[in-house]
């Protein structure tokens, strides 16, 4: 703790905060990509909140509290910045945000970056069925394999719900697959 304590001083103080935040992008990059696409499936759309997420952390870095991991607030406003971006985007196209997140998975079958299988597909198709909440603790323990403290610290709440809420997400996406 004392390091990341250090490398926030350094991403603070303004002598220090240019080499220290081409480090942090340096360092987190890959793993909020990787959040970030589970999220939004399409490539281009995350790395557009993977940069507007950047500039947030940037703007934001000395109102960091310590209160949780800084790797569990970057990745708090990286979640938020998709559902924002999520919920922009079904409002400019007029629709849900269920139908929004049926088009994204038939755009993923497009994507030429994306590599799943026939299986992985049909596993987003019951995944866009689950309530959001139910979603983003789903994709946080099973694709990114977090721990429920780092899924709570990043989604505040309790240890508890989020394993409720990941055992219901559980259930109902083996309901769908055995129906498909």
Partial sequence: MEEEALFIKRLIHPS????AFRELVSRYKKPLYHHLRTLLL??????????NTFIKIFRNI??????????????RIATNEALTFLKQKAAKKQLSLDDLSEQLVHW?????????????????????????????VFKM????????????????????ALKASYH??????????KDH
């Fill in 108 to 136: 993923i079958q497009e994507d030429a970056l994306y590599t799943g299988d026939e299986i992985q597909l049909l596993l987003q198709k019951a995944l866009i069925t689950l309530p959001e909440k139910q979603q983003l």
């Fill in 168 to 177: 219901h997400a559980v259930k109902k996406i083996a309901l769908f697959l």
């Fill in 62 to 75: 000395q109102n960091f509290k310590g209160e949780s991991k800084l790797y569990s607030w970057m990745f």
């Fill in 16 to 19: 220090t905060q240019e080499a």
């Fill in 141 to 160: 323990k099973y694709f990114q394999q977090l721990d429920y403290q780092t899924i709570s610290e990043i989604l505040q709440t309790s240890v508890g």
């Fill in 42 to 51: 399409h490539h281009d759309d995350t790395d557009d909140v993977l940069q």
